[in-house]
């Protein structure tokens, strides 16, 4: 199974993207998922996750900034992100919570700068 993220780009501090993250098979629905970050020189850390039933956590950082979904229907894990600041500039992934695979593929840049 395959998971490709992707919607970064660059962006104005204060604006939104929304990330998505695609599928090859119906694992969407059926595990934990999240989206990670990692900025240049530092961890990798979690932003986001949604269980099975659409429960959702976010890191202390994004909470009220950032929504996490998923359409089962499309295999396709989303990420809203709102109000982006500078410190939000990272690659971003998505995988299963908690990260179960060692190649975490390209992710997708996100940059906030002005």
């Known amino acids: 199974v395959q998971l490709q993220a992707s919607g970064g780009g660059l962006v104005q501090p204060g604006g939104s993207l929304k990330l998505s993250c695609a599928a090859s098979?119906?694992?969407?629905?059926?595990?934990?998922m999240g989206w990670y970050r990692q900025a240049s020189g530092k961890q990798r850390e979690l932003v986001a996750s949604i269980t099975k039933s659409g429960r959702t956590t976010y890191a202390d950082a994004v909470e009220g900034r950032f929504i996490i979904s998923r359409d089962a229907a499309k295999n396709t894990l989303y990420l809203q992100m709102g109000d982006l600041r500078p410190d939000d500039t990272a690659v971003y992934y998505c995988?299963?919570?908690?990260?179960?695979?060692?190649?975490w593929g390209q992710g997708t840049q996100v940059t906030v700068s002005s």
């Open positions: 995988q299963e919570f908690p990260p179960s695979r060692t190649d």
């Open positions: 098979e119906s694992i969407i629905r059926a595990t934990v």
